[in-house]
């Protein structure tokens, strides 16, 4: 096997009133979601891009422009088999993920089992071998005010 390789990913969206919910591949009853011009995933996208990243392929905004009206309100999840197509192509697959949410609501650990299983299929990587945690914003910044929403994520590639 060629040496792993290793990439980052990081998202935010806004948060609004009124919004569907969906993070990390699982709906939920909020009363805030995230605004994006897709569904506005943010744990997908910044999963997808540590995946790219780590690949060394184009970005998720320069593979699905947000100007491509085909996105709008798109099921994240579909980024993610565009993602895991070019990667089989690469010749390359997903060892491990890691994931931090930070939000103030929804609250994420109610999820996280779910969202660890939803990414682990549409990465195609072992359960145990994905991660998924939340994290507040201390009060602070666009996050701790509630007003958004942000992942970060790592993938590890052999
Ligand atoms: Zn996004």
Same mark, same amino acid.
């Given at each position: 096997?060629?040496?792993?390789?290793?990439?980052?990913?990081?998202?935010?969206?806004?948060?609004?009133?009124?919004?569907?919910? $969906?993070?990390?591949?699982?709906?939920?009853?909020?009363?805030?979601?995230?605004?994006?011009?897709?569904?506005?995933?943010?744990?997908?996208?910044?999963?997808?891009?540590? =995946?790219?990243?780590?690949?060394?392929?184009?970005? /998720?905004?320069?593979?699905?422009?947000?100007?491509?009206?085909?996105?709008?309100? $798109?099921?994240?999840?579909?980024?993610?088999?565009?993602?895991?197509?070019?990667?089989?192509?690469?010749?390359?697959?997903?060892?491990? /993920?890691?994931?931090?949410?930070?939000?103030?609501?929804?609250?994420?650990?109610?999820?996280?089992?779910?969202?660890?299983?939803?990414?682990?299929?549409?990465?195609? =990587?072992?359960?145990? $071998?994905?991660?998924?945690?939340?994290?507040?914003?201390?009060?602070?910044?666009?996050?701790?005010?509630?007003?958004?929403? $942000?992942?970060?994520?790592?993938?590890? /590639?052999?």
């Amino acid at each position: 096997m060629d040496a792993p390789r290793i990439g980052v990913g990081i998202d935010l969206h806004r948060l609004e009133p009124g919004r569907p919910c $969906r993070i990390g591949g699982i709906d939920m009853d909020s009363p805030v979601g995230p605004v994006g011009h897709s569904d506005g995933d943010v744990v997908l996208h910044a999963v997808c891009d540590a =995946v790219l990243g780590a690949a060394g392929l184009d970005d /998720l905004g320069t593979l699905f422009s947000d100007k491509d009206p085909a996105n709008a309100a $798109r099921d994240s999840s579909e980024f993610c088999v565009e993602v895991m197509r070019q990667l089989r192509e690469a010749k390359l697959r997903v060892l491990s /993920l890691d994931c931090v949410i930070e939000t103030e609501k929804p609250k994420i650990a109610p999820h996280r089992a779910a969202m660890r299983a939803r990414v682990a299929e549409l990465f195609d =990587v072992p359960v145990d $071998r994905v991660n998924v945690r939340g994290k507040t914003g201390e009060g602070v910044d666009a996050v701790g005010e509630s007003r958004a929403i $942000r992942a970060t994520a790592v993938a590890l /590639l052999g």
